[in-house]
């Protein structure tokens, strides 16, 4: 019998992919969103997150830009 889950793929670099699993690291167990990791850079995660996922990278890279200070 197959045994299907809907879901969406990610597809990312090294780092990305690091701060997403640490993202799904710290929430609580029944929170967690990442379905299956299928290598270093590609996930299958519940389809509801993407929102979130995409508003984290966005903060994470805000915090993390260089502005010329004048």
Same mark, same amino acid.
């Given at each position: 019998m197959v045994n299907a889950t809907k879901g969406l793929f990610i597809s990312c670099d090294i780092p990305m992919a690091q /701060?997403? &699993?640490?993202?799904?690291?710290?929430?609580?167990?029944?929170?967690?969103?990442?379905?299956?990791?299928?290598?270093?850079?590609? /996930?299958? &995660?519940?389809p509801d997150v993407a929102g979130m996922i995409r508003s984290a990278i966005s903060e994470f890279r805000d915090q993390n830009s260089y502005e010329k200070p004048t």
């Open positions: /701060f997403i &699993v640490n993202m799904n690291a710290a929430l609580p167990a029944s929170q967690k969103f990442i379905i299956h990791v299928l290598d270093s850079t590609h /996930f299958f &995660v519940q």
